[in-house]
């Protein structure tokens, strides 16, 4: 069923379950509810939600090279800390801060969500570091298995589940943007020399691409970020998306097809903003469709 779509029940109980009982008794019934909807499965039906269901079924990419992979990610991201996080978050860790709809996530029945973007966590992670110890500088890297709901692209290697790797770095902003454009620069230097890494290991990526995307306001960021990056020359656009706090940057690949992948995506965000009510904390991420690497850009079946 496509999760936009209301089941047909009366508005009252809609409203009940919404509203009207406490959190901790609706996760308690929709839990015996669950229980009692598994009890009546046969092996059979399992057997044929295993076979059809998109959300279960085994990543294409062989277990060893993603492995191999995030070693090689994690080892060239040393400056940052290596998290793992746990399989699940609490509810609205993504729609409270950003915006996307819980209809992308896959819910609970326990008050938690499947990590859908790891940016979202880690931006929890650094809010707690940040409450502690207001003057730190917290930067995390992590490789996480994400899962979403919406309908997945028709095009290969895309699925409803996938690894992806990711950069995030938080602290108080500095005078004329210092932290901002350091933790930029930081973020763009990173996922440049992991592909150069990478293609010393059987991977290829041509014809790569760096996109500076910034809204007015931050365009002369942009224009310095541009000249500071000499590793790759960058084009500047407009910035049109709400979703990132004025500055995005984004770095593509060409697949042997000829067409350009956007697999690196990162940018500022205001999330800090509203999970510390501190304005003048800056929060920072990126990351990189790590299986999408392994499945478009791998030139051996094994990474040495």
């Not at 609970?108 to 409450?131: F, H, I, M, Q």
């Not at 994400?146 to 997945?152: I, P």
């Not at 454009?181 to 763009?188: G, K, P, Q, Y």
């Amino acid at each position: 069923m496509d999760p936009t779509e209301h089941v047909n029940v009366d508005e009252p109980l809609r409203q009940a379950l919404a509203q009207g009982i406490a959190g901790t008794e609706l996760w308690s019934l929709l839990l015996a509810v669950l229980e009692s909807r598994a009890a009546a499965r046969t092996p059979a039906t399992v057997r044929r939600q295993w076979d059809t269901d998109r959300f279960v079924q085994p990543c294409a990419i062989d277990q060893r090279t993603l492995h191999q992979l995030d070693w090689h990610l994690l080892a060239n991201a040393a400056a940052f800390e290596a998290l793992e996080l746990a399989p699940l978050a609490p509810l609205a860790t993504c729609s409270s801060v950003a915006l996307t709809s819980q209809n992308r996530i896959v819910s609970t029945a326990r008050g938690s969500e499947v990590v859908s973007d790891p940016t979202n966590v880690l931006a929890l992670e650094c809010s707690k570091r940040l409450r502690a110890a207001p003057g730190a500088v917290v930067k995390l890297a992590t490789s996480h298995r994400c899962v979403r709901a919406q309908a997945v692209p028709n095009q290969p290697g895309f699925a409803a589940h996938f690894r992806m790797f990711c950069l995030a770095s938080a602290g108080h902003e500095r005078k004329d943007h210092a932290f901002l454009v350091e933790a930029l620069t930081e973020h763009i230097r990173t996922h440049l020399a992991a592909l150069d890494r990478l293609e010393k290991h059987g991977y290829h990526f041509p014809d790569r691409k760096l996109r500076l995307l910034a809204t007015p306001l931050l365009l002369h960021l942009a224009e310095h970020l541009a000249e500071t990056i000499t590793e790759l020359p960058a084009t500047l656009e407009p910035l049109d998306h709400d979703y990132y706090d004025g500055l995005r940057f984004m770095i593509d690949a060409g697949t042997p097809d000829g067409n350009a992948i956007p697999l690196i995506d990162g940018g500022a965000f205001d999330w800090l903003h509203k999970l510390t009510a501190n304005n003048r904390m800056v929060f920072v991420a990126s990351g990189m469709g790590s299986q999408l690497a392994a499945f478009l850009f791998r030139r051996v079946a094994q990474i040495a």
